[in-house]
């Protein structure tokens, strides 16, 4: 899934970008309104990301185009603009949220997540079954797991790796095969990345994260889906 951020300050820009990264999202960069028109022209994302106040082409004014060339696409103002005016205006010209500067990573990360939830609905993926990881049901569709009556919010990446190791329980599955299958060829992360999003997953899902049953280590070869039995 694509997301075009545009956005002129370089440091938020590159902030974005890793994060969303992080959460499993091909992300898109542009550092100006002019410019953010031709990689959505060219790279048709599946939502967008815009400043408002940008050099060359506003956020306004690239909002209008883009509703030219499609009426669905959800994007999301970002600006430092918080009158409520501000706001009307971005949502009457067919934006979908609308997030005041400065913001936390926690709030863009939910509201990334509830527009994605909705894209995987209406996508191809509504025909995406849920399945059993452990004690949990996991429903790709929703970025949520379930224990019981508690809801366990979940990133692509993170349902990425559980698919992947509910395919092989009980075998290894290897460093590579993690990498290939929720990073991409493309993008190769290192060792201590996997390390920390393993260890970011079981805080979530294990009852108790420093004794994983679910997901074990299997030190030298990779990881393990051990919760199947």
């Avoid at 970008?17 to 002019?34: P, R």
């Avoid at 306004?60 to 009426?71: F, G, H, V």
């Avoid at 004690?135 to 993170?158: K, M, N, T, W, Y």
């Avoid at 997953?201 to 994260?209: G, M």
Wanted: aromatic fraction near 8%; charged fraction near 30%.
């Amino acid at each position: 899934m694509k997301i075009l951020i545009a956005e002129d300050d370089p440091n938020i820009l590159a902030g974005l970008g890793e994060l969303l990264s992080n959460e499993g999202y091909e992300t898109l960069l542009a550092e100006d309104g002019i410019q953010a028109m031709e990689r959505f022209r060219e790279e048709r994302p599946d939502f967008v990301l815009l400043d408002i106040m940008m050099p060359g082409l506003d956020g306004y004014s690239l909002c209008r185009e883009i509703r030219r060339l499609d009426e669905q696409v959800p994007v999301i103002f970002l600006s430092a603009k918080s009158e409520e005016i501000d706001r009307v205006l971005g949502l009457e010209l067919g934006a979908d949220d609308y997030i005041t500067k400065p913001f936390g990573t926690r709030e863009v990360v939910a509201r990334i997540r509830a527009i994605a939830r909705r894209l995987l609905k209406s996508g191809e993926s509504r025909d995406v079954r849920s399945f059993l990881f452990g004690d949990l049901q996991v429903f790709p569709s929703e970025l949520r797991a379930r224990r019981g009556e508690v809801s366990i919010d979940l990133s692509l990446r993170e349902i990425r790796i559980l698919e992947l190791f509910s395919r092989h329980p009980g075998e290894v599955v290897t460093r590579d095969q993690l990498f290939d299958h929720a990073w991409g060829y493309e993008h190769m992360p290192n060792s201590r990345t996997l390390d920390q999003h393993i260890s970011k997953l079981r805080k979530r899902i294990e009852a108790d994260p420093a004794n994983p049953r679910l997901i074990t280590t299997v030190y030298g070869a990779g990881y393990r889906f051990d919760g199947w039995q």
